[in-house]
């Protein structure tokens, strides 16, 4: 369970893509302490596809959770494709075939795990709203 995608999403609609760097170097960290892989510009570069597209996705909450989870899955087929081109898989469409199905229990958790972390933050953006208002 990461909270990953969900900010990767979240940070430029909520915050701005400026903030997308920031995202980055959180996850630069984060790959430096649990160990760089060799698929690590697909990881980062679906990060800055996710983040760049999210904009699109910000009128309503129900638009920002499509949007969340049209990440999850461009996370999934981003990275996925680069696992096989690297060479995990035969070089042909059964070996892109083989990487996508054998990801998939991965991308059912990334589902669940982006969804239940956005609603946590849409929740709390809500009552955080709620506050402003009653204090000002």
């Known amino acids: ?55 699109y996705f910000k009128n309503s909450i129900l638009m920002r959770l499509a949007g969340a989870l049209t990440g999850a899955i461009l996370f999934y087929l981003i990275t996925n494709f680069g696992v096989w081109s690297l060479g995990m898989y035969p070089s042909n469409f059964n070996g892109l075939a083989q990487s996508y199905t054998m990801a998939l229990p991965f991308f059912g958790y990334s589902l669940i795990s982006t969804l239940l972390f956005s609603i946590i933050i849409e929740t709390t953006c809500h009552f955080y709203k709620i506050v402003q208002k009653k204090i000002f």
């Not at 909520?14 to 790959?31: E, H, N, T, W």
């Not at 892989?37 to 990881?43: D, K, M, N, Q, R």
């Not at 570069?45 to 999210?54: E, H, N, Q, R, T």
Request: charged fraction near 5%.
């Open 1 to 55: 369970f990461t909270s990953l995608i969900a900010l990767s999403f979240y940070v430029p609609v909520l915050m701005g893509r400026k903030f997308i760097p920031a995202v980055m170097v959180s996850f630069v960290i984060s790959d430096l302490v649990i160990g760089l892989h060799s698929s690590v510009i697909f990881t980062w570069g679906s990060v800055l596809v996710i983040g760049y597209f999210a904009q």
